[in-house]
């Protein structure tokens, strides 16, 4: 806690917002610092605490909320790689791993958010790397997977790891949006066109013996009015047969994972109709059974990505009939 002088020496001495409040930074520790000195000083220096007559406290309290919202609102930090400089600002998608930035040009910029999990990201690469040149030579999977740009690179000691990708913004919303945005889940119809092209983002993957490991809702993208998907996330990806370098503490995974054991292209099939069962209405009753077929305790009982493309297209056949494109939307009321 400050005292009133001790307060208004450190706005008055400040000449700038990172003067006060130091460089600006995309780091979340600093930033919370950061927020954590705002709400000290303001505690002292507001209005209601010195009273009315109390001008200097009262200008002082003014630069205060000035210098504030110029270092959150308008901190840019850049990065750079040996191709090209990134400028970012406030992130507006924050995850486990990484937080994701909107940069000064046609990307988004992923930034790891401790050094220690770099690894994660560098996984990441290889993968989006190895999707690349599988879809050089099969371009129809291209639209299902993010496309790496560039990336951090070599780094010191200390460094947090990034990467740069196409924005894959504008129009987007996760599945996590789609699961609040209708609560008492989706219409089988709509959530055909969805899964079928999950299934084959994870086809494509699995032909490639690459397992993604982190198949939920916020690594799905979906594009409502293109009928676009997008599997995101692939910064927990590994090999076939390999053990995942990471887990999430919120995310339901397969048995296998809960033992630590390797992992197989079944996990991405358990956990891909785990949130089939989790998005779909409850009188779905016949895609709710497929699902659950899927999600079986032995990886070996469950289908292929691939099988299951054709199997499941048959059961769909079967309820609904030749296909005919349905319009699908967001209520606005959840800002999509």
Known sequence: MFTRAEALDRVERAE??????????TDPT?????????RALASVLHPDVTGEGDTRAHAASAELNRMHHEWTRGATVELRTA???????????????????RADGPHVVKVVRNPALNPLLHSEWDALRALERFTDRHRWLRPYYPRLLDTSGALGRGERAFTVLDPL???FVTLADVRRAFPGGL????????????????????????????????????HPEEHGIVLAGWSFAVESGQRLLATGKTTAYPPEVRRREPVTTATDVHMAHTLMLDLLAPDEKRQITFARGCTQDRPSRRPDAVDLLGEYDELLDELY????????????????
């Open 16 to 25: 700038s917002a990172a003067g006060l409040f130091g460089p600006p930074t």
């Open 30 to 38: 600093r930033r919370a610092e950061a927020q954590r000195l705002y």
């Open 83 to 101: 191709t090209g400089t990134y400028r970012i600002g406030e992130p507006f998608a924050v995850g486990s791993v990484a937080n994701v930035y």
């Open 169 to 171: 913004v504008d129009g």
């Open 187 to 222: 219409d089988g119809r709509d959530y055909a066109w969805m899964h079928r092209r999950l299934l084959k983002a994870l086809a494509g993957a699995h032909r490639l013996g690459l397992v993604h490991g982190a198949v939920t809702a916020e690594n799905v993208l979906v």
């Open 321 to 336: 009939g030749a296909r005919v494109f349905r319009p699908f939307a967001l209520p606005r009321t959840t800002g999509a």
